[in-house]
């Protein structure tokens, strides 16, 4: 087992390392990360980023927007910011188990006299309020789990930054985005800084793992990371997308994830669609919109259609018939 504590506050390269840990330190069992970014927002590899985002506050403060490699909401980063990252080898079963992967966290509150509880589908919680978001991705074997600690994050920033859709808000029964999220300074005892908060949870972990060694990015690591950040984490295309023409837009919202679907339907047949969403699956959605194209723009048929395929790998935890329900109304 090997950890990795970053020393750049570059968001597209740390994305980048994060990913690059992940698909191509293969000979590692467990990776642990460590990483703080300049602000920034980091939206869900199926999320609609202009729909996320309050483009003209995000640009007028130099907030970088990076889109990441797993599902989920978009989220803010500033320099108070804690991220971690746990890379395993695991079985497929335990993809999007989130819970068990937040224990170094919870340990490390506690430490400190604080009680936080693992709420909802993805959430921390200290007294009812978020301090962490986490997120997922799975491929071969391998899952990458990442949590975003809200430590003192400049709040207000937060708030005008981030949009946060109307069904969202009400499905919390709450008023804006500050009155759900408490930064985890406000609830210590003794305060202390973020590095020092992620010194103890480094020094958790290799209390856990005593055969946990540190790793340094080689020069050829460096290398290729940077071919990433440049062609995928740093480009326009990766981080915004293009979106289909459409003349029907939907959204729903389940238990499990938000979908939302922009169809362009010609002669009541689908001619593209494009789903977004902050739902977690194993596999890239944009198979199942190319399922879709050339089906009737009914119930029925799209339902046919999603059941034709295992539609569990790209939606956990949402039924076909919901997916459809989100399509078709």
Known sequence: MIYIISDTNETAFNIASEEYAFKKLLNEDMIF???????????????????????????????????RISGGGAVY??????????????????????????????????????????????????????????????????????????????????AKALKVSKDKIESKGVKSVRARVTNIVEELPEKIDVIEFRDLLLEYMKKEYPEMKEYKFSEEDIKEINKAKEAKFGNWDWNYGKSPEYNITRGIKFPKGKIEIYANVIDSKIENIKIYGDFFGIEDVAYVEEVLKGVKYEREFVLERLNSINLSRYFAGITPEEVAEAIVE
Request: charged share 25%; with cysteine; net charge negative.
């Open 33 to 67: 990360m460590l990483w703080i970014n300049k602000p920034s927002i980091i939206v869900g590899r199926h999320q609609n980023t202009i729909e996320e985002i309050n483009k003209e506050y995000v640009k007028e403060n130099n907030i970088e927007v990076v889109r």
């Open 77 to 158: 980063h500033d320099y108070n910011n804690l991220n971690y990252t746990i890379i395993s080898k695991e079985n497929e079963e335990k993809a999007f188990d989130f819970k068990s992967f937040s224990v170094p966290v919870i340990k490390t509150l506690e430490s400190l006299g604080v009680k936080a509880e693992f709420t909802g589908r993805n959430d921390l919680e200290i007294d009812g309020k978020k301090i962490c978001g986490n997120a997922q991705a799975y491929i071969n074997g391998r899952i990458m789990h990442h949590g975003c600690l809200l430590f003192d994050v400049d709040l207000s920033v937060l």
